[in-house]
């Protein structure tokens, strides 16, 4: 790592020594640059030791007397081709028209998905084309915001950093008007009478930006041939 006089960080690149007991902590360095420059980070060659001289310090940059470096031709017995470091990526979600319109509506606490001009299949949640046809959707249906659920789980195992107590039940549910099912978390029911085709609704909490759980509606189980393609 060399930090640059006058730069608050280090950048990483070769140092052209001997060996490692040429080498220490603290010791000056300088430029050597490539032989042909064309404006870009590998016109730096390489660094190499250089001793500053007499009467200029660390903090006085100015080199009167320094010999000009001597151009690099940019072979190196042992190169390095690699290095292994820590990487962050901080990054804006920006989720398109069709998800867009479908995280508003929920807002309102309505579920909108998009149908399909071709197969008429309405997808929720949209993503502003048929997967199937390949071709583009726009027209917004809304659906729910009953449902039915057409298969699920039954988790014993407690999640890190969330509040829900073992056992509990996630599952998909086919919203009313859906051709794909999203899932979710059943709640309302002990999680042992929870069965495909219970009839469910959303439940809200203050606050919410999507249904926290859903409950039994009470109404009859759906029919298994009314679900049977959206397990
Ligand atoms: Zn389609």
Redesign the pocket.
């Known amino acids: 790592l060399v930090r640059l006089d006058g730069a608050d960080t280090a950048l990483l690149h070769a140092l052209d020594a001997p060996g490692p007991e040429a080498v220490r902590t603290g010791m000056r360095v300088r430029v050597r640059w490539a032989g042909e420059r064309s404006g870009a980070i590998t016109d730096i060659a390489c660094f190499e030791p250089h001793e500053d001289p007499p009467g200029v310090s660390a903090q006085s940059p100015g080199r009167a007397g320094a010999a000009e470096p001597a151009p690099h031709d940019g072979r190196f017995d042992d190169m390095v081709t690699g290095i292994v470091a820590p990487a962050r990526l901080d990054y804006v979600y920006s989720p398109g028209r069709a998800q867009t319109a479908f995280i508003n509506a929920l807002a309102d606490r309505r579920t909108v998905g998009e149908r399909?001009p071709?197969?008429r299949?309405v997808y929720v949640p949209p993503r502003g084309a048929?997967p199937?046809?390949g071709?583009a959707t726009s027209e917004q249906v809304e659906v729910g915001p009953r449902g039915t659920l057409t298969t699920y789980c039954i988790v014993n195992i407690k999640a890190k950093n969330l509040d829900i107590e073992v056992p509990y039940v996630y599952g998909h549910i086919a919203l009313d008007g859906a051709d794909l099912a999203l899932h979710g978390r059943i709640a309302g029911i002990p999680y042992d009478q929870v069965r495909m085709g219970l009839r469910v609704e959303p439940v809200w909490t203050d606050g919410g930006r999507y249904p926290d759980h859903y409950r039994p509606t009470g109404e009859p189980d759906a029919d298994y041939e009314a679900y049977k393609e959206l397990l």
Do not use: G, R
């Open positions: 399909c071709s197969c299949k048929c199937t046809c071709v």
